[in-house]
Nanobody
Framework: QVQLVESGGGLVQPGGSLRLSCVAS????????MGWYRQAPGKQRNLVAS???????NYAETVKGRFAISRDNAKNTVYLQMNSLKPEDTAVYYC?????????WGKGTLVTVSS
């Protein structure tokens, strides 16, 4: 059974940084596009960033220049480095893996940006 397990969330002050990690198991990790999504209270889940198996990246406009997605195929892990965090970045962040008709989700990790 495919599992995606996120970690690294927490409380951070505005302007601070966090790095999220997502470890995948029971999946041919390197062929999947990996993504980070987020969902704030009362809002829909939206893409934050994604990275293909070959390393091509895509970012939401709201995080460009502040967030960086990367992956380590040898460790079946995808990362999201978040810098210059703002209160509006507060959300549950979900790891996603997809390839064609196959979509998998983690359970999410909460990021709270507040002073």
């Amino acid at each position: 059974q495919v599992q995606l397990v996120e970690s690294g969330g927490g409380l951070v002050q505005p302007g601070g940084s966090l790095r999220l990690s997502c470890v995948a198991s029971e999946i041919m990790f390197s062929i999947y596009t990996m993504g980070w999504y987020r969902q704030a209270p009362g809002k829909q889940r939206n893409l934050v960033a994604s990275i293909t198996g070959s390393g091509n990246t895509n970012y939401a406009e709201t995080v460009k220049g502040r967030f960086a997605i990367s992956r380590d195929n040898a460790k079946n892990t995808v990362y999201l480095q978040m810098n210059s965090l703002k209160p509006e970045d507060t959300a549950v962040y979900y790891c996603n893996a997809y390839r064609g008709a196959y979509w998998y989700w983690g359970k999410g990790t909460l990021v709270t940006v507040s002073s």
